[in-house]
Structure formats: C-alpha cells, structure tokens
C-alpha cells in the first residue's frame, strides 16, 4: 500500500516552502489559485521514469487542523495511522503529502482530519473509521463506494495512463434497453430484497429466449458503475448477445452481510423464489451455460458459492474482488478461505469462471485478499476449471471495476467479433 516517504517533496512544493522562508507570502496565493483551476492532487513527471507521476495531496488548513491522513482502501496489518499522514509548509495553511505512484493508476482515497491516530487493531475496526472520513474538497472528481447506504462520496484520482473506459460512456444512436424497479419479499428469507430487471433493446418475447446475468450489489452497478449503458453499447456493435439483466441488492449493510458470504438459505431464495420470479415475468433461459451470476466483494463470493450449490441454474460466474478470505480470521466456526476448500473437495463442476482483483488489494488487518484469491484460482485451475483471470492497478474500488467489467462479460464471448456500424 502507498504511505508517503518522509524525504520526498515535490518540486511544486519545493517551491513554495522557499518561497515563504524567503519572505514571498504570495508564492501560497498562487498555489490555491492554481489548484483551483487544475484541481487537486498536483501531478508532476517524474522525468527519469515515464511509469510513475509524482502525486502530491493537498489541504487548506481552516485553522484547527491538528493533522491530516490520506487513506486508499488498503490498510496494512498492524499499520500506523500516521505513516499516512500529511506535513505542513511552516507559517502557511498549506498540508502536503507526495506519492510516486504508477501512470496507470486508477483509484479511490479518503482525508481524515485530526484523526484520532489509533492504530488499526482489525478489520472492523477499519471499517468503522471509515464513515468518519471525507473525500478531498479539493478535489471535484468524487465517485460514490460500493456497499454504504446513503451513497458515501470518495475522491477520484485517475492518472494519465489509467485503463480508457469508452464502454460505460452514453453514445449518441446506441438504442437504450429499458429498466424496471421492484421490492421482492423473501419467505425463505424473511427480508426484502431489491430487485430491478433490465431488458435490451428490442425486447422481444416471440423469439429465442434471451441470455441471463443475475448481479448482486446492482443499486450501486446501475447508478455508479453504468451497467446498462455497459450492455447496450456491447449489444450494439455485437461484442456480446442481448441479455436480461437482474440487479439484485439487499435493503442494507446488515443483510449483506449476512445473506451474500456462502449463505444456503440466500442460494434457496435465489432457485425457490428469485429466479422462479424472473422466469415467470421475462423471456429468459434456462440454460446454465447462458446465465451469468456475479459481482463483487461479498457478491462475488456469493456468485462463486451459488454455481457450487446450483450449477444446474449458474454456468458462469463473474468475480471482481471477491471476498475469498471469508471468514476473517477468529470470528467465525468455519475455516478461513472457506469456500476455497469446498472447490477443492468437490469434483469439477461445468461452470466457467472470470474472475479479477486489484494489484493493490494487499494484506489488510486480519486477512490477505491477494493471497485468498490467487489461492481460489489456483485450485480452480487445478480442477480443471475454465478461468480467465486478470490483475488490474487499482484497489477495492467500483471506479475500477466499472470499467474491468466489460472484460469479464467478454470472457465469456469470446469469438463475437465487433460489428461495424
């Protein structure tokens, strides 16, 4: 994970800090000015290597800023919240801290301000800070994180070399599908789930029935990763064939997780009640091998687990991120990596795997998500399973997988070749 060293400053900053010991006040005026119009963090080339950007992340001190820490979604075990603190340009509301950071990088990152500076002791206790952080004010590129109700705001850093993503921009003659919005009540369950159904373009119920992808965590893939236009723009030019699209999202953090880590009564919902629900009300397979199960985190442990307990329903899963460390480390009865030993027992399953995870998802208090997902593919792989897998430079973050997830679903076409248009 990124902590700032100790010794670096940017020459920007450089700048300035001799700027005002040398009297000249005004070399401060003229940095704010310019954040204002570029915005922040600054970015400066390192010049003997085009790989990395030198980033510098800015505060303007209010005036009872006591310290400044600048998180990404990794937290190191054992670590030190202030490893990841800023520092000030003496005499001036200026706080600073510099990274040399990859060109390609794409990610998220949260200010705390005057920071209780606790170490982190454990996963939780890092999940608990985190509502208490802030994205940077600076900074006017926010995008909102996966799982949090009420849509917590993030800041966004995007560096020059970041992955495009054209797939997710609204294009001008691309057809839209439609989307509809729903609450299902679970009897099996006992909660509510939300569910909306997205049908493509041309919808039609007199034809070949239509390939299916249930996606977990859909509220924040339809309103903050583009999902849909996703689909219409890779229906449009043939990447993909037309599917039906059903969002799935738990009512709240607590169901979550709950009901989506390897959960036999939330597979039950999904054979007894939710798909019985989809198939009754649009023209879909039933084919295994044309349905997709996915999503991310939980969710993708949760697509992962669903296929093993019901491959005759879910013939290929999409895993971004997923959570294969499940249970953390002396919380729970069952052993850690969990669902990485029932692959490992049961024999081969026809079910097809796209499965991804950030290059910056390190050891965190309490459990390794690196370490658990090469582990999942590993055995995968050993069984004899069909997976694509890929590392992308990125974290834990929506922002990444808004874009990656255009490669999973084309995992799974592979020879549907672009139509010109």
């Known amino acids: 994970m990124f902590a700032p060293e100790k010794s670096l400053v940017s020459p920007r900053i450089s700048r300035v800090a001799e700027a005002v010991a040398a009297g000249n006040h005004g070399a401060v005026d003229e940095l704010w000015k310019e954040v204002a119009e570029k915005g922040s963090p600054l970015r400066e080339q390192v010049a003997d290597d085009p790989s990395k950007t030198l980033v510098t992340f800015l505060w303007r001190d209010p005036g009872d800023t006591e310290n400044v820490l600048v998180f990404f979604y990794s937290v190191p075990e054992g670590s030190d919240p202030r490893d990841f603190g800023m520092r000030r340009i003496p005499a ?54 996966l799982g949090q109700e009420g849509g917590m705001r993030v800041s966004v850093l995007e560096l020059p070399d970041a992955p495009k993503q054209p797939w997710n921009i609204k294009r001008r003659g691309v057809p839209k599908g439609s989307t509809r919005m729903q609450t299902i009540e679970s009897e099996i369950l006992g909660t509510q789930h939300h569910v909306s159904v997205y049908t493509p373009p041309g919808y039609d119920t007199s034809g070949e029935t239509y390939h299916v992808f249930v996606l977990f965590d859909g ?114 009865e069952l052993e850690p990596e969990w669902l990485t030993r029932q692959f490992e027992r049961h024999p081969r399953l026809p079910v097809r795997f796209s499965l991804e995870i950030g290059s910056l998802e390190e050891a965190i208090v309490d459990y390794d998500p690196m370490t658990a997902h090469l582990n999942f593919h590993d055995v995968l792989r050993a069984k004899g399973y069909e997976v694509d897998y890929s590392e992308y430079m990125g974290g834990h973050d929506l922002i990444c997988w808004r874009g990656s997830m255009v490669d999973r679903l084309l995992s799974f076409h592979p020879k549907q070749k672009e139509t010109a248009r």
């Not at 060109?103 to 209780?116: A, E, G, I, M, P």
């Not at 229906?235 to 009512?251: K, T, W």
């Not at 442990?301 to 294969?324: C, D, K």
Request: charged fraction near 15%; include cysteine.
């Open 92 to 145: 001036t509301d200026v706080w600073y801290a510099s990274y040399f950071l990859p060109s390609h990088l794409r990610t998220t990152y949260l200010y705390s301000v005057n920071d209780s500076l606790r170490p982190f002791t454990s996963y939780a206790d890092v999940v608990s800070r985190i509502p208490s952080y802030g994205p940077d004010p600076l900074n006017p590129v926010e995008h909102t994180i």
């Open 219 to 332: 509220w924040a893939y339809y309103n903050f990763a583009d999902i849909t236009t996703v689909l219409d723009n890779l229906v449009y030019v043939g990447r993909i064939p037309p599917y039906v699209l059903v969002m799935h999202s738990n009512v709240d953090q607590r169901t979550r997780a709950l009901e989506l880590p390897c959960h036999r009564p939330f597979v039950d919902f999904l054979n007894r009640e939710l798909m019985p629900w989809v198939h009754e009300n649009y023209h879909i397979t039933d084919d295994p091998a044309r349905t997709v199960v996915g999503g991310s985190c939980f969710g993708g442990l949760a697509a992962a687990y669903a296929a093993l307990t019901s491959p005759e329903r879910f013939g290929n899963v999409i895993s971004q991120s997923g959570s294969f460390w499940w249970p953390e480390k002396d919380h729970s």
